[in-house]
């Protein structure tokens, strides 16, 4: 509940701050406010359940870079990167590196311009979580495999995959 609440009121934030409303960001950067509303990540966060733990790790702020490490029986390995860069009049380029084997994330790079944002929402149920965000024009720019073939629609309707949130009171 309170990764719900606190992805509300960014969004509500985010709108503000993209319709020229004074709003501050609460002590967080552009990036990190699209990256949690984007991704669902915070850097800093750490998941343990009985036998794996999910760690978000930053290591570069400008743009922002977050690394997700995860350990099991002793073995540690980053399982992809996500960065997002702030291009100005609430436009971000983000991007993800998929690390595993098992292609989890993929790999591809999208332009998302919330200049003309109305509303952002969490969309739950089928295979994934997603975030509807209403006014949004998100163009998919590179992707490792067929990333961009697969989101395109979702894409053309202001709705992207959301990963996150991995802590424990989603």
Same mark, same amino acid.
């Given at each position: 509940?309170?990764?719900?609440? =606190? *992805?509300s009121v960014l969004a509500g934030v985010l709108i503000s701050a993209c319709s020229g409303?004074?709003?501050p960001f609460d002590g967080k950067s552009p990036e990190e406010v699209a990256m949690f509303i984007f991704g669902g990540f915070q850097k800093g966060t750490v998941r343990k359940d009985k036998d794996f733990e999910l760690k978000? =790790? *930053?290591?570069?702020?400008?743009?922002?870079v977050l690394t997700i490490n995860g350990s099991a029986q002793g073995q540690?390995?980053?399982?992809?990167t996500f960065s997002v860069t702030d291009q100005g009049n609430c436009s971000f380029l983000y991007s993800v590196v998929d690390k595993g084997d098992q292609n989890t994330f993929g790999t591809w790079q999208a332009?998302?311009?919330?200049s003309g944002l109305t509303d952002a929402k969490l969309v739950y149920g089928g295979p994934t979580d997603s975030i509807a965000l209403s006014g949004s024009k998100i163009q998919c720019l590179a992707s490792g495999r067929r990333e961009c073939e697969w989101m395109g629609k979702n894409f053309a309707k202001g709705t992207m995959v959301r990963f996150g949130p991995i802590d424990l009171d989603e």
């Open positions: 509940m309170k990764t719900k609440l =606190l *992805a409303s004074s709003s978000v =790790l *930053a290591s570069q702020d400008k743009p922002l540690s390995r980053d399982v992809a332009r998302i311009d919330l």
